[in-house]
């Protein structure tokens, strides 16, 4: 049941980019609505603002500029609170869908939480332990099989 997930055709767009049929679900993953475009135009099926990074990791981010540091914070932070109740609504809509789109408005199209989102929804990360594929392959006896980190 773990490796579903990792087969699961996880997309990115950003907001301000034209909305597609082949976008599939799409999942809006910022905490504000993007400057500038309508619902309408925006054409978001689920807007799960939790899974965006808290403000303080953002502008450290800002600051800062390591990847890594962020994602392994970002991370930690998906695994408490509502960020984990918004990861397991992420996770249901990857085994209801078949393709769902990361919506985010960040001009950086390489390094945002999106970005890091599809990484772990992917299997390049290990899941929070709360939540995801590997909690629910420990619920029922299983244990998840990993990728290796590369």
Known sequence: ??????????????????????????????????????????????WLKNLAPSDTLRKWFHANGNWNVFKKRYFKELSTGEASADLETLYHLLSEHPKVTLVYSSKNTEQNNAVALKELLEGMKKPPTSSGPAKAAAASGRVAKRRPVS
């Open 1 to 46: 049941m773990a490796d579903i997930y990792h087969s699961m055709p996880v997309a990115l767009k950003r907001a301000y980019d034209k909305p597609s049929l082949s976008d599939g679900q799409r999942v809006l993953v910022d905490r504000l609505w993007p400057r500038g475009i309508s619902k309408d135009k925006a054409r978001i099926d689920q």
